[in-house]
């Protein structure tokens, strides 16, 4: 059974590979604080040009408005009389957002949180480690391997490129398991 503390804030984290549902996850979670009558919004950071620069939009269509951020730390004085804060694409934050997250829980705000755990080379992306061990609640996700079927935790890119950050969808990456993601060469 899960306790859902009174009168306190807390981080709720939502992680996984590309296509594992975490952007349908969190809207499916504000949608609920909604419909309790809470007070809600969603950022994005501004890099995070996929679909729509108004809305999170996941893989399904599913939609929310939501508040470009070009930094973590104007979230804070974005939230003031917000009860639930979602933040999505977490990974493509700065280390700030961890700070962030714990200030507003500490303000007696519920933080959604959601992000890729590790990038195309199969390591840690971002913040997210960090905020994943500051969540009160963590939730790993993982997609279907396009390969053999098997639950996926890895994110492949299909594409030559070595940036860290290429926005992409199905045309960048496919969703893989373990045995059949194949680590980059250098």
Not at 38 to 50: A, E, G, H, Q, W
Not at 141 to 147: D, E, H, T, W
Request: hydrophobic share 35%; proline share 4%.
């Amino acid at each position: 059974m899960t306790l859902t503390p009174n009168n306190a804030g807390w981080i709720e984290v939502i992680c996984g590979s590309m296509f594992s549902g975490k952007t349908e996850e969190l809207i499916r979670r504000i949608r609920r604080a909604e419909i309790a009558k809470m007070k809600t919004i969603i950022f994005k950071p501004k890099i995070d040009s996929r679909y729509s620069s108004n809305h999170i939009v996941s893989h399904n269509q599913s939609k929310l408005e939501s508040v470009l951020a070009k930094n973590a730390n104007e979230i804070i004085d974005r939230s003031v009389g917000m009860d639930v804060i979602g933040i999505d694409e977490a990974q493509f934050f700065n280390d700030d957002i961890i700070n962030v997250c714990k200030t507003l829980a500490k303000q007696n705000k519920r933080v959604v949180v959601a992000g890729l755990d590790k990038d195309f080379q199969g390591i840690p992306f971002g913040p997210m480690p960090a905020l994943m061990c500051e969540a009160d609640y963590l939730d790993k996700f993982r997609a279907i391997c396009v390969k053999c079927g098997n639950p996926a935790s890895c994110s492949q890119r299909t594409i030559k490129d070595s940036k860290q950050v290429v926005i992409g969808e199905s045309d960048v990456y496919e969703a893989r398991c373990r045995n059949c993601f194949e680590a980059p060469k250098n």
